[in-house]
């Protein structure tokens, strides 16, 4: 693993999403390898995203530029982070999340978070401190170790970031499950989505689905590790099989009692939360 330190032009930007106003992300290139990562098409840094896994470049001045750069800023919801997970092993030793997250909570942005790992628990006094501006999703593409390291090969198992989620709960801390990508004859058959939505009830968490999209980046990798499941758009595009896997997932949500909904649909659900939030 090739670590890069480098000082970054800007520390927060307008956001693309829908659901989000803007977006901070204080790594460029992800340890964590995931081959289906759309984020490989949208890092900016080419040796990171050409070595995919490989090379991560830290922006060590993240938080100096945020200090500035969020004076008479409009406040907004914030994702950390939207091209990277903010909490990879490089978290560790340059703890650049955790200060960002709290700089923002504390000056009156509401903070969305989404990461793969338990080292997310490290920052757990700060989500409590503003559990009321802030929210963590944890991705889980499967429960099942052995195909989760087939996709995910360098991250944490699915059992420690279900560990987390339990966490979350006892601390009261808003949080939510991605479940995603979905990948057509891999993770969704009934027994993967029923373990999930079942983690999702004991755990009270929201979740929010997503199907596999095939940006060149993530197609490359997914046909030279993983053969057999990227046989053309079509094979994933197609919407009798995304409208049946729809209808299992929106039984089980009604089947445990889970709030779920679509990644197409979280705009309508972030902005009615983040408003009943502050009321």
Request: with cysteine; glycine share 6%; hydrophobic share 35%.
């Amino acid at each position: 693993m090739k670590i890069v330190e480098y000082e970054a032009k800007k520390g927060i930007s307008r956001s693309n999403l829908p659901e989000l106003d803007y977006a901070v992300n204080p790594y460029s290139g992800c340890q964590h390898r995931c081959l289906y990562c759309f984020a490989i098409n949208f890092t900016s840094v080419p040796e990171a995203r050409e070595n995919w896994g490989k090379v991560v470049y830290v922006k060590t001045n993240i938080v100096k530029l945020l200090k500035r750069e969020i004076n008479g800023m409009r406040r907004g919801t914030v994702g950390i982070s939207t091209i990277t997970d903010p909490y990879q092993p490089a978290e560790a030793i340059y703890r650049l999340t955790g200060s960002a997250v709290e700089l923002l909570a504390k000056n009156g942005f509401r903070v969305t978070i989404q990461t793969k790992s338990p080292l997310a628990r490290r920052d757990m006094e700060i989500f409590k401190r503003y559990r009321n501006s802030l929210d963590l999703g944890v991705t889980i593409t499967t429960l099942d170790r052995k195909k989760a390291l087939i996709i995910e090969p360098q991250t944490p198992s699915p059992q420690e970031r279900a560990r987390l989620l339990m966490e979350l709960k006892e601390e009261k801390i808003p949080a939510w499950i991605f479940l995603g990508p979905i990948i057509r004859e891999f993770n969704d058959n009934y027994e993967n989505l029923d373990g999930i939505f079942s983690l999702a009830s004991m755990t009270g968490s929201r979740v929010i689905y997503d199907f596999y999209s095939q940006y060149d980046g993530s197609k490359e990798l997914m046909m030279r590790e993983f053969p057999g499941y990227v046989s053309g758009e079509a094979f994933h595009g197609d919407r009798s099989w995304q409208s049946g896997v729809t209808k299992l997932i929106e039984n089980m949500a009604g089947e445990y009692s889970v709030k779920c909904n679509s990644q197409a649909d979280e705009w309508v659900a972030s902005k009615t939360q983040a408003g009943q939030s502050f009321l």
